[in-house]
T-cell receptor, first 114, second 113 residues
Framework: KNQVEQSPQSLIILEGKNCTLQCNYTVSPFSNLRWYKQDTGRGPVSLTIMTFSENTKSNGRYTATLDADTKQSSLHITASQLSDSASYIC?????????????FGAGTRLAVHP | NAGVTQTPKFRVLKTGQSMTLLCAQD?????MYWYRQDPGMGLRLIHYSVGEGTTAKGEVPDGYNVSRLKKQNFLLGLESAAPSQTSVYFC????????????FGPGTRLTVL
């Protein structure tokens, strides 16, 4: 069964520190991988998207990496801010020809404390 | 541009009651989706639509029906609500398949007693 596993489930860091969130997947065939940020009480918002040929993508203080061989991705947040407190969701697209199915991880809940 | 909007934001139902959740998008997107989000789980696809007048089942369609009579609206109906349908429901849309981003609405928190 195609799955997306994220770790850790939750994380607390101090403002200004860096952190890395992990995503492992077993989805095949693979089309692309996205990272979303979901603020409490809001819908997810896309941060980055990568295909199998891209191994890094940045969006401001967010940098995503992808290793398509080991089926692992990470999201690195630099110089964290209080506004980074949110859930971060890894989403892998399964390429099925007729319809590309999105498979969502359960998310990592990040809390940034002053 | 309001993006994707959802109505209502919150709702409490009794078991057996019915209701309709409304999703509207003003981006002229072809594809629209309904998801549910439960604690400790990833978003799961309920139904989706690839264009006006079309609907298709997703991963967890039982107990739900949908309609896409107008391109900008996607309705999710619960004919006889059950406690297992207590969840946060998200609507999303995107312009087409491929790399195009899905844009999500703010969600509807539904509690079934």
């Amino acid at each position: 069964k195609n799955q997306v596993e994220q770790s850790p489930q939750s994380l607390i860091i101090l403002e200004g520190k860096n952190c890395t969130l992990q995503c492992n997947y077993t989805v095949s065939p693979f089309s692309n991988l996205r990272w979303y940020k979901q603020d409490t009480g809001r819908g997810p918002v896309s941060l980055t998207i990568m295909t199998f040929s891209e191994n890094t993508k940045s969006n401001g203080r967010y940098t995503a990496t992808l290793d398509a061989d080991t089926k692992q991705s990470s999201l690195h947040i630099t110089a964290s801010q209080l506004s980074d407190s949110a859930s971060y969701i890894c989403v892998v697209t399964e390429f099925s020809g007729g319809y590309n199915k999105l498979i969502f991880g359960a998310g990592t809940r990040l809390a940034v404390h002053p | 541009n309001a993006g994707v909007t959802q109505t209502p934001k919150f709702r409490v139902l009794k078991t057996g009651q019915s209701m309709t959740l409304l999703c509207a998008q003003d981006m002229n997107h072809e594809y629209m989706y309904w998801y549910r989000q439960d604690p400790g789980m990833g978003l799961r696809l309920i139904h989706y639509s690839v264009g006006e007048g079309t609907t298709a089942k997703g991963e967890v369609p039982d107990g739900y029906n949908v309609s896409r009579l107008k391109k900008q609206n996607f309705l999710l109906g619960l004919e006889s609500a059950a406690p297992s349908q207590t969840s946060v429901y998200f609507c999303a849309s995107r312009i087409s398949e491929g790399r195009n981003e899905q844009f999500f609405g703010p969600g509807t928190r539904l509690t079934v007693l």
